[in-house]
């Protein structure tokens, strides 16, 4: 998924279709996981936003408990644990000081597949390594937003992060943004 993800962005730039220096990645769940390894792995994007991610393969693939996902772990990434030098390889949260560009997280407080847990340390690793971010968890959600209002904070607030990083006015006012640090 980094590999064609960064392939994407590639084309988009050679098609002229968009600016390499304002270029971002989002996305939910693996998108999130996706998100944080580009973010990690690759000095290629200069902004992104996890929903609810996942970092640390290990935590995530050692207690699948539903059968939808049961192989997902296994058919992705390795046996686990027979294959845990990969897992730990790949997870963003054993690099945090690879991580590079603008990077915001949001996450369920009681989400259960990606904890808060799964955020956290990136988002402190951030902070740390004096990279612009922002932490917003939300009370009562889970894995994937389901109540309206956050949904749409989410949407707002990550505009609003990006137009903070790209340097452009939102065509809406923002309420409630995040609280960026680094910036």
Same mark, same amino acid.
């Given at each position: 998924?980094?590999?064609?993800?960064?392939?994407?962005?590639?084309? #988009?730039?050679?098609?002229?279709?968009?600016?390499?220096?304002?270029?971002?990645?989002?996305?939910?769940?693996?998108?999130?996981?996706?998100?944080?390894?580009?973010?990690? &792995? $690759?000095?290629?994007?200069?902004?992104? !936003?996890?929903?609810?991610? !996942?970092?640390?393969?290990?935590? #995530?693939?050692?207690?699948?408990?539903?059968?939808?996902?049961?192989?997902?772990?296994?058919?992705?990434?390795? $046996?686990? *644990? @027979?294959?845990?030098?990969?897992?730990?390889?790949?997870?963003?949260?054993?690099?945090?000081?690879?991580?590079?560009?603008?990077?915001?997280?949001? @996450?369920?407080?009681?989400?259960?597949?990606? *904890?808060?847990? @799964?955020?956290?340390?990136?988002?402190?690793?951030?902070?740390? /390594?004096?990279?612009?971010?922002?932490?917003?968890?939300?009370?009562?959600?889970?894995?994937? &937003?389901?109540?309206?209002?956050?949904?749409?904070?989410?949407?707002? /607030?990550?505009?609003?992060?990006?137009? $903070?990083? &790209?340097?452009?006015? *939102?065509?809406?006012?923002?309420?409630?943004? *995040?609280?960026? !640090?680094?910036?």
């Amino acid at each position: 998924a980094v590999v064609s993800t960064q392939s994407t962005g590639e084309f #988009l730039v050679q098609q002229g279709w968009v600016d390499p220096e304002k270029l971002a990645i989002s996305g939910g769940s693996a998108g999130g996981f996706t998100t944080m390894a580009m973010m990690t &792995f $690759r000095n290629y994007f200069k902004a992104g !936003v996890s929903y609810y991610g !996942v970092s640390n393969l290990e935590a #995530l693939c050692g207690h699948v408990e539903h059968k939808f996902e049961l192989r997902y772990c296994e058919q992705m990434v390795g $046996r686990y *644990p @027979q294959d845990m030098p990969i897992y730990k390889a790949r997870s963003p949260i054993h690099h945090a000081e690879k991580l590079s560009g603008a990077i915001g997280f949001f @996450q369920g407080s009681v989400d259960m597949i990606c *904890p808060p847990t @799964q955020s956290i340390p990136l988002y402190d690793a951030a902070v740390a /390594n004096g990279i612009p971010t922002f932490y917003v968890e939300y009370e009562g959600e889970g894995h994937g &937003f389901r109540k309206a209002p956050n949904i749409q904070r989410c949407l707002s /607030n990550e505009i609003y992060f990006y137009s $903070r990083v &790209f340097g452009f006015e *939102p065509a809406d006012k923002t309420e409630n943004p *995040p609280p960026i !640090v680094n910036l």
